[in-house]
């Protein structure tokens, strides 16, 4: 008995890693993959949400929350996220479908809504600070590196290298 639970034990795997730390909000590599899966099939208004994986971007989006904080101004409401919650759902073909994408990520609806909410948080501080309409995307680009140029130097982000003991020397 002593040996099988000392297998498995010994059989531990890593089953995520931090990717940064942005003041208090802490960046995954599962938030870099399921945001490459929304990308496709979470239409955003905006340019930012519409590339595959990209830490940066995971990265920009906890430097946005953070800038974003507890202002009214920036949450969605309850109903909005929803909303959105149903557009997505109405992606999949069916609901065992849709069901099996949430249990791919390890999700329920309810962590769902709150990824959304996240999401849209940082949709609703870029639409209030950068002017540039969304389909011009060059200029829209531009203003958001000049805002993320003054955001980025004024919020901790700690980086987490993939190979601590390679780092430490």
């Known amino acids: 008995m002593w040996l099988f639970a000392h297998l498995l034990v010994c059989q531990a795997s890593v089953v995520d890693r931090v990717v940064a730390v942005v003041a208090d909000q802490v960046v995954l590599a599962t938030d870099l993959s399921l945001g490459a899966d929304l990308a496709p099939i979470d239409p955003s ?5 519409r590339s595959g994986v990209d830490e940066e971007r995971e990265i920009d989006a906890a430097i946005l929350r953070v800038a974003a904080g507890d202002i ?13 919650l149903e557009r997505l759902r109405a992606r999949f073909a069916d609901r065992a479908e849709w069901t099996r994408f949430l ?27 950068i002017q540039a309409d969304p389909a011009n995307i060059d200029a829209w680009r531009a203003e958001y590196k000049a805002l993320m140029t003054e955001l980025r130097p004024r919020i901790r982000v700690r980086r987490v290298p993939l190979d601590l003991e390679r780092s430490a020397r």
């Open 45 to 49: 208004p905006l340019p930012f949400w």
């Open 72 to 84: 009214s101004l920036y949450q969605p409401s309850p109903d909005a996220v929803r909303l959105r």
């Open 103 to 129: 249990n791919r990520w390890g999700l329920e609806e309810s962590t769902m809504l709150a990824v959304l909410s996240r999401r849209m948080v940082v949709e609703s501080y870029l639409r209030r600070n």
